[in-house]
């Protein structure tokens, strides 16, 4: 590790405040008040930027968020998400397991299954719901568009609501639809432009030497949208980025491989952290910074930056 240099130990501090190491955390069972008491609604929430839908804001283990909230959830098969709406936008993204979206209008429901790396953008002031129907549990991040969300309103509790029909996300008897970006329902047609599939997603070869996927940008495929950035990052094995800052903050979390983040000072003094799979860095707007994957294999990484906008960063091959 000869890039850490233990004289500049500022720099390395303030690096080390930033990251969030997987195996320092816990999933935490009673982050959403609202479900207590239902075990069909159980889940586990690990924060690491903000708090996300939960009000445990004050957490001291979680980084303070600028313009988005990072977290994990893990539920097990046979739960749900009851159908609720937020007044910002709010991304799932699958790290493992398939997982059911339902988006609900006037008791009709489109429901989608998402498989790992796919993400739904759920759309300001739509009911959306979720649900695990697959023999595994599902394991995903969550990040709200905004650092300090409101509490959600929830249209379809089981505390108003018969059992069935809020698993159903509040749909009628035969009032489901399946996802089809071609289908005729308006809510069809509006979920079509919020689901990413990683499959259907263009490879973005960067001259840098590293692959991007934009789930979320100005880019073909991706969804449009005014307030974080979001992609999917692929770096082959011995590839050195040049550095690089923003005018905005970024988050990377690790999911396959491993990788460096390398951050530097006024004088080019430098400090790095390896992450390896759901460990993650938060680099503030202004901080200059690399990406180095000094391993034998390829890296994913999961990036959300704080813009949509122009943010001054420009990718070349160290
Ligand atoms: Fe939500």
Redesign the pocket.
């Known amino acids: 590790m000869d890039s850490i240099n233990t004289d500049h130990s500022d720099l390395q501090e303030r690096l080390l405040s930033h990251t969030a190491r997987f195996y320092d955390k816990s999933f935490d069972w009673d982050a959403f008040p609202s479900n207590s008491g239902f075990e069909e609604l159980e889940r586990a929430q690990m924060r690491y930027i903000g708090a996300g839908?939960s009000p445990k804001v004050n957490d001291a283990s979680t980084m303070q968020p600028d313009h988005f909230t990072f977290s994990l959830i893990y539920k097990e098969p046979g739960r749900y998400?009851a159908c609720?709406?937020?007044e910002i936008e709010?991304s799932f993204l699958v790290i493992s397991g398939a997982l059911v979206v339902g988006w609900e209008q006037e008791g009709e429901v489109v429901e989608v299954t998402l498989g790992a790396k796919d993400m739904i953008l759920?759309a300001r002031e739509i009911g959306?719901g979720f649900r695990v129907d697959g023999v595994e549990p599902v394991l995903m991040s969550?990040s709200v568009d905004v650092g300090k969300p409101l509490p959600?309103v929830y249209h379809y509790h089981p505390k108003q609501h018969p059992s069935e029909l809020a698993r159903q996300f509040g749909a009628q008897p035969g009032k489901t639809l399946a996802f089809d970006r071609k289908g005729t329902h308006p809510l069809q047609q509006l979920m079509g432009q919020f689901v990413v599939r990683h499959h259907e997603l263009p490879v973005i070869w960067e001259a840098a030497g590293f692959t991007r996927k934009i789930y979320v940008g100005d880019a073909p495929g991706a969804i449009h949208h005014d307030t974080c950035r979001k992609e999917m990052w692929g770096l082959p094995a011995g590839v050195t980025l040049k550095p690089f800052t923003r005018t905005a903050e970024e988050a990377v979390m690790c999911l396959e491989g491993s990788v460096e983040v390398v951050w530097l000072d006024d004088e080019g003094r430098e400090s790095s952290v390896e992450l390896g799979p759901r460990d993650l860095v938060k680099t503030p707007a202004g901080q200059p910074h690399y990406l180095r994957n000094n391993s034998a294999a390829a890296a994913t990484i999961w990036t959300i930056i704080g813009t949509t906008g122009e943010d001054g960063a420009v990718y070349a091959k160290a």
């Open positions: 839908g998400a609720h709406s937020h709010e759920n959306h969550i959600p």
